[in-house]
């Protein structure tokens, strides 16, 4: 991996299983794919992080079992209750600028109280995000410059202190992450200054928090526009590189980077990935962990057809296309890619109801609720394992086993329009019969059994038919008697 000029070879790539060394292809035209489940290759990293909590519908819908079912590892504060937040924002927790940060009475933590303990009683933890919510309507309100960026920083530090140390009636949550503000590049909905303004107000904010509090982990500035890449060479973009090098020039605290990352390609978020950590580390930034925390499916890798201009029917269509069996294969796909890649910690966007996320307005799970499900039930077998799998046929794929050694996984995602016949060659079960239960992921009337038996021998040869797009788990007990 290699930075010189800005540039990232995006031919550095790895992926998480391995290229077959033999035809990719079977006789029959069949794309082989191999698992050798006694070949250990690490873990499954958790990263189906996620944004926004489960309390929303104005206080009539709750997500909370929904939620819980996928083992969430951490769940980002941004856009909560959107379009009209009223939780989590400056605006909602220290609703006057000119208040007094040291005092209890300038503070409204009533509604965030109960967001944050709705998000905790799924078990996920929390990377609270200190800032404003985008603000799409042509009159701006709360994304301006603070007037005082120390007064700002100290009603952080009140805020810290209300869900970390018990502070105004508060909690002992440990909140490690906090983030100050999102996507200061995206302009004017998220920020109406220039870039030094910004610089200024995280200088000032991250200097006076990590000051307080030299444990917890302060970071930012979720940049959206990151870069591009040219001819196979990722190049920063201004802001970017600007944010970058002030933070070094400055000495600033950075114990996280965030960034985003919308695409159709599961394979540029990897790219991604890679960039973003090349980019820390030729600053001096080894130790500054990477977070992708907002990521998804953008069909057609356009924003055209999700803007205000865009007829209200194709606009719907998009929405249908993200919510449907594409996004949930999009999404376990490109959770496996990042198994191999350098981040920390990765967040959907996002976990609540509507536009961009898992849910109907009505809180009814769409089909990519599944897609995170299904790699939730993945992670059942953390085990790692080896796979060898055909190259550029579009497929997705990783395995692995329980603790106990007592239930094997393999979950395989086909993105893209084509059907694909698999020949599917599975070695190195710790038993010598196998029952399987083979179950697509994707519709929104949730997981479907599509096949199952008993198979025995110590390899097994299974014939899968991923439709595209498709998500395919299979599952491996021991045989009963």
Avoid at 297 to 304: E, K, T
Avoid at 366 to 385: D, I, K, P, Q
Avoid at 415 to 425: M, N, R
């Amino acid at each position: 991996m290699t930075l010189a000029g800005g540039a990232f070879a995006l031919n550095s790539l790895a992926f998480s299983a391995e290229k077959s060394p033999t035809s990719p292809l079977t006789e029959n035209g069949q794309i082989r794919i191999e698992v050798e489940f006694d070949k250990p290759n690490g873990l499954l990293r958790p990263l189906h992080g996620v944004n926004k909590g489960p309390l929303v519908g104005g206080g009539l819908v709750d997500l909370t079992a929904s939620l819980k079912a996928l083992h969430i590892p951490w769940t980002r504060l941004h856009d909560c209750h959107f379009p009209n937040p009223d939780v989590v924002d400056m605006q909602a927790v220290f609703p006057r600028p000119e208040a007094d940060p040291g005092l209890e009475s300038s503070y409204d933590f009533a509604r965030t109280d109960r967001y944050l303990e709705g998000i905790r009683a799924t078990g996920s933890g929390i990377v609270y995000r200190l800032g404003q919510s985008i603000e799409h309507e042509p009159i701006k309100k709360w994304v301006h410059p603070p007037a005082n960026a120390a007064r700002w920083a100290d009603a952080c530090i009140g805020i810290i202190r209300h869900y970390n140390e018990g502070w105004a009636n508060g909690f002992h949550f440990g909140i490690p992450y906090w983030e100050i503000w999102n996507e200061p590049e995206n302009r004017p909905v998220m920020w109406t200054g220039n870039d030094e303004q910004f610089f200024a107000l995280y200088r000032t904010a991250s200097r006076a928090i990590k000051g307080k509090f030299p444990h917890l982990k302060i970071g930012g500035p979720a940049i959206g526009g990151t870069g591009s890449f040219t001819n196979g060479e990722f190049q920063e973009s201004l802001f970017l590189k600007n944010f970058l090098d002030h933070c070094q020039r400055e000495s600033l605290p950075l114990d996280f980077f965030s960034w985003h990352c919308y695409t159709d390609d599961p394979k540029e978020i990897s790219a991604r990935a890679r960039a973003m950590r090349a980019s820390l580390d030729a600053r001096g930034f080894v130790r500054t962990e990477s977070h992708l925390n907002e990521w998804n499916y953008l069909p057609d890798n356009s924003w055209s057809p999700l803007s205000r201009e865009t007829p209200a029917a194709e606009r719907e269509r998009a929405y249908e296309k993200m919510a449907g069996p594409n996004g949930a294969a999009f999404i376990a796909a490109a959770l496996m890619e990042l198994q191999d890649s350098p981040v920390e910690i990765a967040n959907l966007f996002h976990a609540e109801t509507g536009a961009f996320g898992l849910f109907s307005e009505q809180g009814v799970p769409y089909g990519n609720y599944y897609g995170l499900l299904a790699f939730a039930r993945l992670l059942e077998t953390a085990h790692r394992v080896k796979i060898v799998v055909a190259e550029s046929h579009g497929l997705s794929c990783a395995a692995g086993l329980n603790v106990d050694g007592k239930k094997a996984s393999l979950l395989i995602s086909s993105f893209g329009p084509a059907a694909k016949a698999i020949e599917l060659s599975v070695k190195g079960l710790p038993w010598k019969g196998s029952d399987f239960e083979m179950q697509r992921y994707g519709s929104p009337e949730g997981p479907k059994t599509i096949e199952r038996g008993s198979l025995i021998g110590g390899q097994i040869k299974l014939s899968v038919h991923a439709p595209g797009p498709s998500l395919t788990l299979i599952t491996f007990l021991e045989k009963r008697d």
